[in-house]
């Protein structure tokens, strides 16, 4: 075929050459066009109010959500703010959308809608804009609530509570703000310091902001020392207030707490209780999360085990569980959830995906059990008649494929215990299953028949068989898991 | 079945076929392909007022691939939308699970086959043109406008037709995994008023057949009904006993039907205040429903038969035949796959439809009347308003002609009443039951998991009945 810009058949090399060049220059162009058109294939002119800019980010971060691969097979510990943080795109078209407001839109005589337009301005890069509504808001605002609908301690944990939605978390900011409770001035009830103090030592915790943390567990003394009889009996205190204020113990106290779980088990159940008395003041309550109490055995009907990669069912184990003599780390799972869910809680775009027993649950399982080789690590569960969606399951089946999928697929070094559920059927024509408690969980109850496991409870149980800690497995609580194993199995024999 | 208006069976098939040779194969594919053809014209003051035909169709895909789902849906069918649509459904079933996951263990996805479903047709309907039904009504509201009257009305004519398709796992096709059915509705209402001297009349039928509905015999019945309630007389309000016209039945127990309907057997079991809960059992937590109790006269009875040609059902996974209320009890309530998986441990749920038969008695409407001392005739019931859900009590109005009786005869027709009554103190009222027959029932059909999209069909088959006691609280203006 001959190129029409007057090529001879004597100039076919150089026409060939032309010819390239301009497919080349095609190209580039083309592609130029399909990045302009891409950039430009939502038109946010036609969105005229913040609500719609709002809308429109949410959808823009679901769809981006659905193609993302939220859990890494990986050692390393991955944030959940990392985890949810925004692409460019969405920022940049988002921004955009915004670009027709300022601070000066903003409603401030709206109790809520405030809160809207500093999340988006920080999630949008416009600090500033944020920072100018929550300095108008507050200074619209006194501390003395009486005769006033909305103090500025309501302003300051409401903002609080918003800005952890923002990704990346402005923890600066919500530093400063959640600062202000201390200030002189400041007059803020009881029961919204400990939120605010709460929020900000689970979120330092989460962020391993450790100088925060530090401010915060000693900002708690502080206010333990100066609580009347009163309120430290108030459902606030009792309820919240004095297991963030055993935290706060914790944290201050730490290296002291490890020396004497290096020593024994009773050394650090001996040094936690004595700070936890403190704490307890007249009540009789026990160290909570069930520290200091004995792991009962655990009985099943299906036994499984991972060797040399593969998944084999036994009759029954040599020993009993917890293995005496053994660190145990000892997880009630239930599968409520598959690889097809990676965001859990709420739909939200916003809901923090680090809780929940899933796949981050199954990680943590696996990165503990392989590094620590010593650690007994049993997981117990029981059968349902299905799992998920499937077709109805003989209890065999059930604990085969359990197996299968915790053991095998998700290569989690552990022991299986699956116990056959017991159950009885509601008369006629209701016929519905009602479960019968297994003797696991109610011996995992401690006495409190209100209690209840939730799936991805997890027992740490010291080699005489008393509970160190427990609490559902998850990244987060992974790195307390991993301090206490790395303190007890540093311990000197 | 070979008419314009719907793609056939074979054509239906053929998408399918390109469908499937457009899938990558592997892993779990479901297919529903429908056409529909509809064609509407209403009239108002006397003159048509609007005249339409539409036709539509839908190609929904679903695929699971992995362990991941996606769903996708079209209504284009030439080559390349169909090639999208299934790459769409793929791309999203992909992108669902996460693509770093191992993938050596599978939980055993059920195969979905396709319960039958009886096939509501009548040919006549595909070729009764718009034009016939216009000469047949225009010749009412001739008469209407003669004697000063307003008519207005609507009528609808449509028709579905669908195929679903299943694979297995491995993309062979799934046993029972292929179903067809199609479906005929008709439906027409008229309204015929005297807005000066207080008179109206109303008409309306719907059938899947055309012989049940004719469009001049109803749009005369509503001009005499009309005619008849010219002049209406206020009576006190108070408790009557009522003589329901099918149509004033069907207004009644729908409110009934529902509730019941919606989110069936677990809305019952999560909530005491459903009227189908019972209470909460304490030693259990759990919610017990009315299920097994006697809840309305011992002569009801309201089913729903996916054999029973005159109400009918399309093919869909999990609908079975269903006896909500038998003599009196309340027998069952629609259940979903996931409750009777979780609660029951067993695979077979029953979803929710709209249409139902109520089983018929031995009178005659004519008797029911001679044997009134004092009582009302209802046309039918309007504006219902739920007042408390725990009894389903609801306040609502008489329409279109109500009459006295006295002494075993209508004697005079009478200002319209607002009532306040509940469907199950009604029919534990029952004095007499009618003959059963097909109403106007042209609540829409919900949607069913994007893959019945105003599928299932709204057929009711209700009788009249003679109630006593129905509460009447105040007269009303409205006519």
């Known amino acids: 075929m001959r190129y029409k810009s007057g090529c001879r058949s004597v100039t076919v090399n150089l026409c060939s050459i032309r010819f390239l060049v301009s497919i080349i220059i095609a190209i580039i162009l083309v592609n130029g066009l399909q990045a302009q058109v891409k950039s430009k294939t939502i038109d946010v002119s036609k969105y005229k109010t913040y609500e719609e800019c709002i809308s429109l980010q949410n959808r823009l971060i679901a769809r981006e959500r659905r193609k993302l691969p939220y859990w890494k097979d990986s050692l390393e510990y991955i944030r959940s703010d990392k985890l949810n943080e925004y692409s460019k795109a969405v920022t940049d078209t988002v921004a955009i959308c915004m670009s027709k407001f300022t601070s000066q839109n903003v409603n401030l005589n709206n109790h809520t809608e405030y809160l809207d337009w500093i999340t988006i301005f920080y999630d949008i890069g416009r600090d500033s804009d944020a920072e100018s509504v929550i300095n108008r808001k507050l200074s619209n605002a006194v501390w003395d609530t009486i005769g006033v609908v909305e103090g500025r301690h309501n302003i300051v944990a409401a903002v609080v509570r918003s800005l952890v939605r923002v990704r990346p978390i402005p923890w600066d900011a919500i530093v400063r703000i959640a600062r202000m409770v201390d200030s002189p001035d400041a007059i803020c009830p009881l029961h919204e310091r400990i939120s605010i103090y709460a929020t900000m030592m689970s979120l330092s915790r989460e962020l391993n902001d450790t100088l925060t943390h530090k401010y915060v567990a000693e900002k708690m003394v502080e206010l333990e020392k100066g609580l009347s009889v009163e309120e ?174 915790w053991l095998g697929t998700h290569r989690i070094p552990a022991v299986l215990a699956v116990a056959e559920q017991k159950y009885f059927r509601l008369p006629k024509p209701d016929e519905r299953r009602i479960d019968e408690p297994h003797d696991n969980s109610l011996n995992y109850r401690f006495g409190n028949p209100d209690a209840r496991i939730p799936s991805g409870k997890a027992f740490l149980v010291d080699v005489d068989g008393s509970i160190l800690y427990s609490a559902e497995i998850n990244p987060i609580t992974e790195r307390k898991f991993n301090e206490l194993l790395k303190a007890v199995t540093n311990r000197k024999q | 079945m070979s008419t314009s208006k719907l793609l056939t069976e074979s054509e239906l098939s053929e998408i399918r076929d390109k469908l499937v040779s457009y899938s990558s194969g592997v892993g779990i594919t479901r297919l529903a392909i429908s056409s529909s053809w509809s064609s509407e014209l209403s009239w108002a003051r006397n003159s048509p007022s609007m005249s339409s035909d539409r036709r539509e169709v839908s190609v929904v895909v679903f695929r699971n691939i992995k362990n991941g789902l996606g769903l996708a849906h079209i209504n284009q069918i030439d080559d390349a939308s169909l090639k999208n649509v299934m790459r ?335 469907p199950l103190y009604a029919l534990s009222n029952i004095e007499e039951i009618g003959q059963a027959e097909r109403v106007f029932h042209p609540r829409q059909p919900s949607t069913f998991m994007g893959f019945t999209p105003q599928m299932l069909l709204s057929q009711v088959i209700v009788p009249s009945l003679k109630v006593r006691d129905f509460s009447f609280t105040s007269t009303i203006d409205a006519i």
Request: with cysteine.
């Open chain 1, 232 to 405: 430290k009996s108030s459902y606030t205190w009792q309820s919240q207030g004095r297991y963030t204020l055993l935290e706060a113990m914790d944290f201050l106290n730490h290296h002291e707490m490890l020396d004497s779980l290096r020593k024994s088990p009773q050394a650090y159940l001996s040094y936690r209780n004595s700070y936890w008395a403190m704490i307890r003041g007249q009540s009789s309550d026990k160290l909570p999360n069930h520290v200091g109490e004995t792991a009962k055995p655990i009985i099943a009907d299906f036994w499984f085990t991972r060797q040399e990669d593969r998944v084999s069912q036994i009759n029954s184990l040599a020993e009993s569980i917890p293995e005496a003599g053994k660190v145990n780390l000892i997880v009630f799972l239930e599968i409520i959830c598959s690889r097809n869910t990676p965001v859990f809680g709420s739909s939200s775009h916003r809901s923090l995906p680090i809780s929940g027993p899933c796949l981050p649950a199954y990680y943590s399982l696996r990165r503990l059990g392989e590094r620590y080789p010593n650690l007994k690590l049993t997981i117990v569960s029981h059968t349902d008649g299905y799992i998920g969606l499937t077709e109805p399951l003989t209890p065999e089946q059930e604990a085969k494929h359990k197996s299968q999928w």
């Open chain 2, 88 to 422: 769409l459904a793929e791309e999203v079933a992909l992108n669902s699970g996460d693509p770093k996951e191992p993938d050596d263990h599978r939980f055993p996805i059920p195969v979905v086959g396709w319960d039958g479903g009886a096939s509501t047709w009548d040919d006549k309907i595909m070729v009764r043109s718009i034009e016939e039904s216009a000469n047949l009504i225009h010749s009412t509201t001739v008469k209407a406008w003669d004697k000063g009257l307003m008519s207005s009305g609507y009528l609808e004519t449509k028709a579905h037709n669908i195929l679903n398709f299943a694979t297995d796992e491995f993309g062979r096709e799934a046993p029972d995994g292929i179903s067809y059915g199609e479906m005929t509705q008709i439906q027409c209402s008229a309204t015929v008023r005297d807005a000066s001297r207080g008179g109206s009349g109303w008409a309306g039928k719907s059938s899947y057949r055309l012989a049940d509905v004719s469009e001049s015999a109803i749009a005369e019945k509503a001009l005499d009904r009309a005619v008849q309630s010219i002049n209406p007389v206020k009576v006190e309000p108070g408790r009557y006993t009522v003589v329901l016209e099918p149509q004033a039945t069907a207004d009644l127990i729908d409110h009934l039907i529902l509730d019941v309907t919606i989110m069936g057997r677990r809305y019952a079991e999560s909530s005491a205040h459903h009227v189908m809960g019972l209470a909460v059992d304490p030693s259990l937590s759990r919610i017990r429903s009315k299920m097994g109790s006697r809840i309305v006269d011992s002569r009801v009875t309201i089913s729903h038969s996916i054999k029973d040609s005159n109400l009918g059902v399309l093919p869909m996974a999990g609908v079975r035949d269903i006896t909500l209320i038998e003599n009196g009890v309340l027998k069952e309530l629609y259940t979903d796959r996931g409750l009777v998986l979780n609660e029951l441990n067993y695979n077979k749920p029953n979803l929710e439809r709209n249409s139902y038969r109520m089983e018929e008695g031995s009178s005659t409407t004519e008797e029911m009347i001679l044997s009134t001392k004092r009582g009302l005739f209802v046309t039918r019931l309007s504006g219902m308003t739920l007042v408390d859900t725990r009894s389903l009590l609801m306040s609502g109005v008489t329409r279109d002609g109500l009459w006295l009786i006295e002494e075993g005869k209508i004697v005079k027709a009478v200002r319209n009443f607002r009532f306040l009554e509940s």
